[in-house]
């Protein structure tokens, strides 16, 4: 199964629409329906923060940036020798992360979400923008395709697992 690759602009509509793209990806993959809904809401959580906290309005007077505002998701599905599946999620914004507003009630918990519901959330910001990195836990998807990649896979899974683990993968 090829990775989902989606580069979307920074718009209120673009968590749902990963939402749904991502749903129709895990359906392909045969992903579970209670772990596909986990990594749905977190996916959805780190989109969603991207959308509204990474783009700041230009100040009055400023130039505006020279691209549009976008975000970019990658999910690809690694499976260990073992025949287990993980997914592995990158969201990459290119913008600058505003301050939290103090005293916002219920706000401010989307990592402990991402946490919660994932296996490992890996948090990179650079002057560049920010890659948040998920790993889903291990699940057993179905149909036949899982148990063609372990047949073909053998010992080279364990590699492979190494592989999808390794800094800049996706």
């Known amino acids: 199964m090829r990775a989902l690759h989606l580069r979307l602009p920074v718009h209120p509509s673009t968590p749902g629409h990963v939402r749904r793209q991502l749903r129709r990806w895990l359906r392909q993959v045969g992903w579970p ?32 940036p020279e691209q549009p505002p976008r975000v970019e998701l990658c999910v690809a599905d690694r499976t260990a020798a073992d025949a287990s599946h993980r997914a592995v999620v990158t969201v990459t914004d290119h913008g600058r992360w505003r301050p939290r507003v103090v005293g916002s009630g219920s706000r401010g918990r989307g990592l402990q979400l991402m946490r919660a519901l994932t296996e490992s959330v890996d948090v990179t910001v650079t002057g560049a ?39 800049g993968f996706c």
């Open 129 to 167: 923008g920010t890659r948040v990195k998920m790993i889903s836990r291990a699940v057993r998807v179905s149909g036949t395709r899982a148990a063609d990649t372990a047949r073909r896979l053998g010992d080279v899974g364990a590699m492979l697992l190494f592989a999808w683990r390794t800094p």
């Open 33 to 64: 329906g209670e772990h596909a809904e986990d990594l749905v809401l977190a996916v959805d959580e780190a989109v969603s923060n991207a959308v509204e906290h990474a783009y700041i309005t230009p100040d009055p007077g400023q130039a505006p």
